[in-house]
């Protein structure tokens, strides 16, 4: 099966380090804002996974407008079931929770916090992973079964 990755940022200066970076990889590497994607180029319903590390979290510092067309654009591009991988450092565990509120909580990187203060430091910390729901889904939050301790 042939898997076409894509690498989307704003910033021209981005996008050139990571073609400068990515080597002999085939990406495909586009300028655009990922809260109004050009609809001609990123298609309804054609991806299948959208891993994120970092831009959530210069979205969340934009603010909720940001953040909301943000995730309208995640779930436009995302087939029905299709999966965010998203490592936060700056938006608590719950507030990334309510932003996806609608989809599938498969994995809950909110870092945990014992009565006595110490944190849990471990390789789900600050990753978090949603499906996007169907189309007639808006039910709320739900959880997948690989997501229980
Ligand atoms: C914290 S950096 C993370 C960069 C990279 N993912 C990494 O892990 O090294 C955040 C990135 O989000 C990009 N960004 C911020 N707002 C954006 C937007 N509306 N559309 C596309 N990219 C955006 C910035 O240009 C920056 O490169």
Redesign the pocket.
């Known amino acids: 099966m042939a898997v076409e990755i894509w690498n989307?940022?704003?910033?021209e200066?981005?996008i050139t380090r990571a073609r400068a970076t990515a080597g002999r990889r085939k990406l495909r590497h586009v300028v655009?804002?990922?809260?109004a994607l050009p609809e001609e180029t990123f298609r309804e319903k054609s991806f299948d996974v959208v891993v994120?590390?970092?831009?959530m979290?210069?979205?969340f510092c934009?603010g909720p407008s940001?953040v909301q067309r943000?995730t309208a654009e995640l779930r436009r591009v995302l087939r029905p079931g299709g999966m965010v991988l998203l490592?936060s450092g700056v938006a608590t565990g719950e507030e990334i929770l309510e932003i996806f509120r609608n989809w599938t909580t498969v994995l809950d990187g909110s870092p945990y916090i014992t009565e006595e203060g110490e944190a849990s430091i471990n390789l789900r910390s600050r990753l978090f992973v949603f499906l996007r729901p169907r189309d007639d889904d808006d039910t709320g939050r739900q959880r997948h079964p690989a997501s229980e301790p």
């Open positions: 989307v940022d704003y910033a200066a981005a655009a804002d990922l809260r994120d590390k970092g831009t979290d210069a979205l934009a940001s943000f490592m």
